[in-house]
C-alpha cells in the first residue's frame, strides 16, 4: 500500500473522529462486540491461515493463545468501560476552594487515530488485545499487521473490513517499506509489538511527528530457580513456557539460573517435563515449527556457535527423531549448559525452544547477573522461601514478574503489561489500557464569586499576599 493511500486512511478516520467527536459507551461497546463476534465466528479461519504460515502449529494453541485470550481482554473492557469513562474527582488545592464551590476533575476524551503494528509470533492476540483498551478508550485505528504471516494478516485484513468502515478500523498489508511509512504517519498514538531493534525505528519515526508510543519488546526474560523449588514442578511449567509456540514468545523463559548442586536435578526434571508433553516431536500435533527458514537457521547458529564455544548440548528428543527429515522446522527442546556470555544464544534474545541453564552459587550472584544486563520484559522465580522471593523481585527490575511459574502475569487483566527500558515502555491491559490511549485532562472549575482571596493574587499586590506567601515560604 503506498504512503498516500495510508494518509487517505488516517485523515479520513482523523476527520470522522473529529465530526462525531468521543464515541457515547453505546459505541465503544459495539465495537467491542463487533471484535468478539469476529473471533468466535472465524476461529477456524484464524487456526487455518496460523497453520499456514508456520508449516505446523497447534490448532489448540492458537485458540486459546490467540482466539480465546483476545476474547478475554474484549469482554473485560466491554464490561467495565462504562464505569472507567467517569469523571473523576480530585481535590483543589487549597481545599478550603472545594467548600467554596470549585472543583477539580479529569476526563477521559479519546486520543484520536491509534497506529498498531503487531508482531508474527501471536499476531491475532496482538492485535486485538491492545484494541480493548483502544476502542473503550473512543479512539479508531489503523492496523499493520507482519508479513512474516502473510496469510493471517490478508484475514485479518477480511474480517475487520466485514465488520467495520475503514474510517472505525482500517488494516494495511505489506512488507517493510509499509511498515516504515506506517510508523511514518502523524497519529495521536502508536502501539508496537516485536523486536528491539525495530522498536528503535519506529520510536525515532515516531518522534519525527511527536507521536507518543507504547512499546511491547522482548529481551531476555530470567528465570531464578530457588534451592526450596519443587524442581519437578518448576521444569516442567518452565519447559511448557519454552515450548509453547516453539518458544516463539516475547516473555517465553530466555534462561534459566539454577543453584549448581541442583543443576543435574534440573536436566533431569526438564527431560521428564518434556517426555510428558511431547512423546514425539516430529508427529506431535501440538509441537510448533518454527515460523521461517530464516529463523530456523537463526537459531541452528546459536547452536553451532554454542558448541564450538565449549557448551555442553543437551537435545531432549524422547523418540530420537531424525528432525533434519521433516516437511516442517521443528526444533526439539535443547538445554544449553552453563553457557558463557560470549555465545551468541547469551547475547540476543532467543524466540525459539532453546534454553541455557546457568548454575550459581548464591542466589544474589543470580541478581548480579541480572542486573548486569539489559532488563527484561518478565523475570520468574520459583521456591518456597518468601525471603528470598522477595531478595529477587525486589532486587532487580523487571517488566514483570510471575512467581512459581512462567508467562502467567501477562493473563492477568487486572495487572498492567508492559516493558521498561530495552523491554519496552507504556502498559496496556484492563483499566490501564484504557488510561494508556486516553488524553486524561484536567479541569479546574473556578468559584464564581470573586472573594478577596482571588483579587488579593492580582496586582497592585498588597500586603496581604505578602503574608499569605510567607505562610507557604517556610520549611
Request: net charge neutral.
Amino acid at each position: 500500500m503506498s504512503g498516500p493511500r495510508l494518509i487517505e486512511i488516517l485523515l479520513r478516520q482523523r476527520e470522522a473522529q473529529l465530526k462525531d467527536g468521543a464515541p457515547p459507551a453505546e459505541l465503544r461497546i459495539d465495537r467491542l462486540d463487533r471484535c468478539i463476534g469476529l473471533l468466535v465466528d472465524r476461529q477456524r479461519d484464524i487456526e487455518a491461515a496460523l497453520t499456514a504460515d508456520f508449516g505446523a502449529r497447534s490448532p489448540t494453541v492458537t485458540a486459546f493463545a490467540d482466539v480465546a485470550s483476545s476474547i478475554g481482554p474484549l469482554k473485560h473492557a466491554r464490561d467495565h468501560v462504562r464505569s472507567w469513562m467517569k469523571t473523576e474527582r480530585r481535590r483543589t488545592t487549597p481545599r478550603i476552594l472545594g467548600f467554596l464551590g470549585a472543583k477539580a476533575e479529569i476526563r477521559h476524551q479519546p486520543k484520536g487515530v491509534i497506529g498498531v503494528i503487531s508482531p508474527w509470533n501471536f499476531p491475532v492476540n496482538l492485535t486485538f488485545a491492545p484494541l480493548a483498551g483502544i476502542l473503550a478508550a473512543g479512539n479508531r485505528a489503523m492496523i499493520k499487521p507482519s508479513e512474516t504471516t502473510p496469510a493471517t494478516s490478508e484475514l485479518l485484513k477480511q474480517m475487520f473490513a466485514s465488520a467495520f468502515d475503514e474510517s472505525e478500523i482500517a488494516v494495511v498489508t505489506g512488507g517493510p517499506e509499509v511498515g516504515q511509512a506506517f510508523s511514518s504517519l502523524p497519529f495521536d498514538h502508536m502501539v508496537f509489538t516485536g523486536a528491539t531493534s525495530i522498536g528503535r525505528h519506529v520510536m525515532r519515526a515516531a518522534a519525527e511527528n511527536l507521536v507518543p508510543v507504547t512499546l511491547e519488546l522482548g529481551g531476555k526474560s530470567p528465570v531464578v530457580v530457588g534451592r526450596s523449588a519443587d524442581m519437578g514442578v518448576a521444569a516442567a511449567r518452565i519447559m511448557n513456557g519454552k515450548t509453547l509456540n516453539a518458544g516463539q514468545i516475547c516473555l517465553a523463559p530466555d534462561y534459566v539460573l539454577a543453584p549448581a548442586d541442583r543443576l543435574p536435578d534440573f536436566v533431569a526434571a526438564a527431560k521428564a517435563s518434556v517426555g510428558q508433553m511431547f512423546p514425539s516431536i516430529r508427529e506431535s500435533p501440538d509441537y510448533t515449527a518454527i515460523v521461517t527458514d530464516r529463523h530456523y537457521a537463526r537459531l541452528m547458529d546459536y547452536l553451532d556457535d554454542a558448541r564450538a564455544k565449549g557448551a555442553e548440548i543437551v537435545e531432549i528428543n524422547p523418540a530420537a527423531e531424525d528432525l533434519r527429515q521433516q516437511p516442517h522446522r521443528r526444533i526439539a527442546p535443547t538445554l544449553i549448559l552453563n553457557p558463557t556470555d560470549d555465545m551468541k544464544v547469551m547475547q540476543e534474545e532467543i524466540f525459539g525452544p532453546l534454553l541455557p541453564v546457568k548454575s550459581y552459587g548464591d542466589v544474589q550472584q543470580a541478581i548480579d547477573y541480572i542486573n548486569a544486563h539489559d532488563r527484561p520484559l518478565g523475570l520468574y522465580y520459583f521456591g518456597s522461601d518468601t525471603a528470598e522471593r522477595d531478595r529477587v523481585v525486589d532486587g532487580t527490575t523487571s517488566g514483570g514478574v510471575t512467581v512459581n511459574d512462567v508467562v502467567m502475569h501477562v493473563a492477568q487483566e487486572e495487572l498492567p503489561f508492559g516493558g521498561i527500558g530495552p523491554a519496552g515502555m507504556g502498559v496496556y491491559h484492563g483499566h490501564d489500557g484504557f488510561r494508556e490511549f486516553s488524553h486524561r485532562k484536567s479541569i479546574y472549575h473556578q468559584i464564581k464569586w470573586d472573594l478577596a482571596p482571588l483579587r488579593m493574587l492580582r496586582p497592585p499586590y498588597g500586603a496581604g499576599l505578602k503574608k499569605y506567601l510567607s505562610m507557604q515560604i517556610k520549611r
